[in-house]
């Protein structure tokens, strides 16, 4: 059985390079990390904005590598806000950042619908 996630864009089925993708995305999100850390330090919102928006890109291709796709990540992601949300967990009570983040993505939606 071939996997879907290790099918080129010419159909084509290569572990060996599609591992090497996976390594090299790892890599990225590694420096990208340390991009955010230091632009959090000394730098200023443009770019904290860019580290946080490479990350996120670097996760869900990442995860398609990985076999998953990027509509399963997103309900995976929904399933953990609003699990946090419902723990209520200290942090959540006294800044309620998951609960903005919540609403958000189902502002989101409503607006695609």
């Given at each position: 059985?071939?996997?879907?996630?290790?099918?080129?864009?010419?159909?084509?089925?290569?572990?060996?390079?599609?591992?090497?993708?996976?390594?090299?995305?790892?890599?990225?999100?590694?420096?990208?990390?340390?991009?955010?850390?230091?632009?959090?330090?000394?730098?200023?919102?443009?770019?904290?904005?860019?580290?946080l928006s490479n990350i996120i890109i670097l996760c869900y291709v990442l995860g398609?590598?990985?076999?998953?796709?990027?509509?399963?990540?997103?309900?995976?992601?929904?399933?953990?806000?609003?699990?946090?949300?419902?723990?209520?967990?200290?942090?959540?009570?006294?800044?309620?950042?998951?609960?903005?983040?919540?609403?958000?993505?189902?502002?989101?939606?409503?607006?695609?619908?």
């Amino acid at each position: 059985m071939e996997v879907s996630f290790l099918r080129s864009k010419s159909g084509e089925v290569n572990s060996e390079s599609n591992l090497r993708v996976i390594e090299w995305l790892k890599a990225e999100l590694a420096e990208s990390l340390g991009l955010l850390f230091k632009s959090m330090l000394r730098a200023g919102n443009e770019a904290t904005a860019d580290a946080l928006s490479n990350i996120i890109i670097l996760c869900y291709v990442l995860g398609r590598r990985a076999g998953i796709n990027y509509q399963s990540i997103d309900m995976h992601v929904m399933h953990k806000i609003n699990g946090t949300v419902s723990e209520a967990i200290e942090v959540e009570q006294m800044y309620g950042d998951l609960t903005e983040l919540k609403k958000y993505f189902d502002r989101k939606e409503s607006k695609t619908r």
